[in-house]
């Protein structure tokens, strides 16, 4: 099957090999929560055997070596689950893997992303890239940098953390959620019934776990137990960002909503009413 290849200035999506559990996700939507809880599942134990990061490595991102990455995979003795920002479509999909794909409000996911974007060192995530890293300038409030996002409309692929790359991503997954290999779980599910979805994590992974295991594995997937760890847990084995406890900032949901007033939220819906489909919008937002 062919697959497009995406291509930016710190990733590059040809980098997977057959076989393994695939998180596919957009910035911001659940990639950590979903490799912590791949990590659970797998190992069955909150006692994790390396940093997360390197038990699950961000495969297309060009910060880290090739064959470095792909070293470490190989050396992996347990089911491999790796973490893209790729959409399905620029992933090769191969019947033995499984492909998660996490989405959230894309409101939720824009405020949360505007909040990151203050914590990455961007000298140090240039020189690694060796792109220039440009002039930092004072953030906007988060209102008119939400409002600014939800407007901007440049081609999915060239901006994949767009509101348009965001419902690119989706759309795509979406269509694909009735195969047998492509899992799709909203991030406001995890956070009403942790529990109930782990289980139905386990169930599609094929990966049985005791009863008297279950609470200590749902217990270490919460919130605030990751970010009490989020040494080990956060996404940054090269050190871009300046606080790692900063980047598990709050994780609830509807922060994006109640910034908008009624009028700007329908314009927002009008927005999404062009970029996907009406049973994923009704999904998507619910």
């Not at 109930?196 to 049985?208: D, Q």
């Not at 200590?216 to 847990?233: I, K, P, T, W, Y």
């Not at 109640?258 to 819906?269: G, V």
Request: net charge negative.
């Amino acid at each position: 099957m062919t697959h497009k290849r995406y291509v930016s200035s710190d990733e590059d999506s040809a980098r997977f090999r057959d076989g393994d559990i695939v998180i596919s996700t957009r910035s911001k939507s659940g990639t950590t929560w979903m490799q912590m809880i791949c990590a659970l599942l797998i190992f069955q134990t909150p006692r994790l055997p390396a940093p997360l990061p390197t038990l699950s490595p961000w495969l297309d991102w060009l910060v880290e070596p090739r064959d470095e990455v792909i070293a470490r995979l190989a050396a992996q003795p347990h089911r491999r689950f790796v973490k893209t920002h790729t959409p399905l479509d620029g992933v090769p999909i191969d019947p033995r893997a499984t492909y998660i794909v996490v989405a959230r409000h894309p409101l939720d996911l824009a405020v949360s992303l505007f909040h990151q974007g203050a914590n990455l060192d961007r000298q140090r995530l240039a020189a690694l890239t060796g792109t220039p890293a440009g002039v930092e300038r004072p953030a906007p409030p988060v209102l008119d940098a939400l409002l600014s996002w939800i407007d901007h409309d440049p081609a999915p692929a060239d901006e994949l953390d767009s509101l348009p790359g965001v419902m690119w991503h989706l759309s795509d997954a979406w269509r694909r959620r009735h195969e047998p290999n492509v899992l799709l779980v909203h991030y406001a599910d995890l956070s009403a019934d942790l529990d109930g979805e782990m289980r139905r994590i386990a169930a599609r992974l094929g990966v049985p776990v005791p009863a008297e295991t279950w609470p200590e594995l749902v217990d270490a997937a919460g919130f605030s137990q990751m970010r009490a760890r989020a040494g080990e847990l956060a996404p940054d084995p090269a050190g871009v960002l300046k606080d790692r406890n900063a980047f598990f900032r709050s994780g609830r949901s509807g922060a994006g909503r109640d910034l908008l007033s009624d009028e700007q939220y329908a314009h927002y819906l009008d927005r999404t009413a062009a970029l996907g489909p009406p049973d994923l919008r009704d999904w998507l937002h619910r």
